[in-house]
């Protein structure tokens, strides 16, 4: 029974082999499903690629055909400048980076800038098939140029003001609303609850004629007011995210606040609010990112007052006057965009919690 | 839904006094006051004043002559061929971008929520950041994107030799281009999805691979199910986010429904009569039908969710 001997020697070899291929195969698994999400995520962001480098090109580089801002390196030969080409010697076949002078279909004369006293040297082949030597050339003066031509101070300081405001508002009276939701014996509240959030069912247009005609009527459309005032009566999405969290906080705290003699008012300021303050961040930013983005209020009610036009509206205008030029486009598209993004990968924890409370709770 | 039931029935401890109550009663009615105050001034008043708009001829350019027409407007909405076509072409987008509205956010969230993923707090933000780019920012960067000769996308087909179309300006592919757009914001339904994956007992995927399931049967009988409220939820918000439908399509269409009418969509045609042609009557005619048909269609939706809808034991 030799055989016995050998399977009791192997036995131990592949009793640590399959740990390993284990390990290995876990690895492998994991390596290829990670790189099947970069490989999708790369596709996801990839417009934001095409943004940034048609952002930074000329009209010339959109054409070329490089993905990123290159250009032609030129030389200077005879007071005219010629593009420089990756020339293969037609004897040694070494690579020699010359100036391309005469063009030809078959036969094409360079100078070789190392070398101009050379003269002008013949080489035969299709100029077409060349390389030509580029180097990265990116067009920062196209932001200097959007910057001036949208007057992005001025929309930057309208954005601004409308949003903060319109934060403000919806910040008090949310947060007032919610308090009363969330801890008061209010008749029917139950039922103005459901009426509350229905009302994020409701469709814009079927409220927005007799507001905009009555806006209109009191002499407030060409002015932010609009765009403001509305959010100090509080707002369904808001109310409902911060009286889940309000009905979280342990009402002992309400109580032995309430034996110390503290009004209701007093309460929210001092017992509910600190703790809120997540939540009443992840409101905060809601707001801005909401008022930054907004394009149809201020479209409606702003559209004859160019001065007072936030960064949606004014980019868009600005785009369809320069739509014949895309890197102008990509570059206020940037612009428009960088502030709510670098808000949001500085929040983006207290951020997202609101939008799973939201959706889970619900 | 369950949130809305759990409400506090007892403020104030027993032994306090009734006049207590009443106090407490008064302070929620002065808290909630912002939001009644708004509510019939932005929402209820102004839905009764554009149901009464909708039976007049009311039109800013003469804003002191307005008579009641009756039913005229209505008459002209069933046999205007511009409402027809609107109403056509914002069902054919719906058809387009309804289905990957729903399972877009759950492929996200199924790719985010395995374990096989290295650093998937990482690849959460970076799915969800472009939900963070504005609306105009977003149309413009697609609209560079999806261009026929300078576009990233056809260069790309190009290059695996694919003639790509004319995305922006062709009829046929206005819509997947307004669903590419659409892709973007996934984000948003991504996360309560990604969220409720998380919340799903794992217990149940070990009892059910015990018992021989593999990984479709697991999501079938088991994600799904545990996941339907949010699937429910994120179908409302898509349902209410085509119902409001406006943007994209009117900065992509620049307002003219370019290409052939293809982003005329219904909201597109009511901003025009509105604000266009200043005829408040028939803009409030055509608010008031899309809003009885919303209605329908979200009410159909909630007697829906009792038949495929989970709402586990211990959530109520």
Known sequence: MAATAIPAKTTVVQHTSPVLSQYVRKFLVKASFTLFASILLLVFLSPFGYMVATGLKNQQQISNGFLLPMSPIEYE???????????PDNETGAIHQWALVTRGREESTFIDPANPEAGEIVWQGRWRTLDPVIRFDPQWGNFIEVWQGLNFPRVFLNTLVVAVFGMI??????????????RFPIPGKNILFMILISTIVLPTFVTLVPTYTFFARIGWTGTWLPLIVPHFFANAYNVFLLRQFFMKIPREQDEAAMVDGATPLQILVRVIVPQALPVIIAVSINHFVFAWNDYFNPLIYLLGSPELWPISVAVQQYNYAFGTKPYLVQATSLLALALPVVIFFFAQKAYMRGVVITGVDK | MTAIGQSDRRFAPKHRGSGMERSLKIWGIIFLSPWIIGFFAFTFLPMVASLLFSFTDFNLLRPNDVQFIGWANYNRLFSDPQVAAASGATLRYALVALPVAIFAPIGMAALLNSHNLVLRRVYTTLFYMPYMVPVVSAVFIWQGFLNPQSGWLNQFLASIGITGPDWINSVDWIYPALVLISLWATGNAMLPTLAGMQGVPTELYEAAKVDGANAWVRFRRITFPMISPVIFYNLIL???GLFRYFDIPYILGRGQGNPGGATNLYNVYIYRNAFTYQDMGYAST????????????????FVSARFWVYYGGERN
């Not at chain 1, 030969?77 to 020339?87: F, H, I, K, S, T």
């Open chain 1, 169 to 182: 508002g919806t910040l008090v009276s949310s947060i007032a609303v919610a308090y009363g939701f969330a």
């Open chain 2, 286 to 301: 055509l608010a008031w039908v899309l809003f009885v048909v919303a209605m329908i269609v979200t009410l159909i939706l």
């Open chain 1, 77 to 87: 030969y005879n007071g005219a400048r010629y593009p420089l080409y990756n020339v």
């Open chain 2, 238 to 240: 898509t349902v209410i």
